[in-house]
């Protein structure tokens, strides 16, 4: 009986962590690079933290102000986060790779 338990176990385990791994797969993650407006780089940090889909922003030297990692379930939604990001206030240019 205990095998049988054991197998059953294993069996639901296994589907959970494929499903899982599937769910993974369909998520699309982006990284915005964005140049913003002198002295309003934690401003735009504050706003685009507070947009659904936006993961993780950081402030950064050099070309880009600010590196943003975006994860949805689609390009459609992305391109939907993206739109927000843009119209923060300080946000002066974009760009946007996105990963495969």
């Known amino acids: 009986m205990s095998v049988l338990i ?30 913003i407006r002198t002295g309003k780089e934690y401003d735009v940090v504050e706003e685009v933290r507070k947009i659904e889909g936006v993961k993780e922003v950081f402030i950064t030297y050099g070309v880009w102000d600010a590196l943003i990692r975006v994860e949805v379930s689609s390009l459609s939604e992305l391109d939907k986060v993206v739109t927000q990001i843009r119209g923060v206030e300080g946000v002066e240019y974009t760009t946007t790779l996105v990963g495969v």
């Open 6 to 35: 054991n197998f059953i176990t294993t069996a639901k385990v296994k589907r959970a962590v494929e499903s899982e791994r599937r769910e993974t797969l369909r998520r699309v993650v982006a990284f915005v690079l964005a140049t």
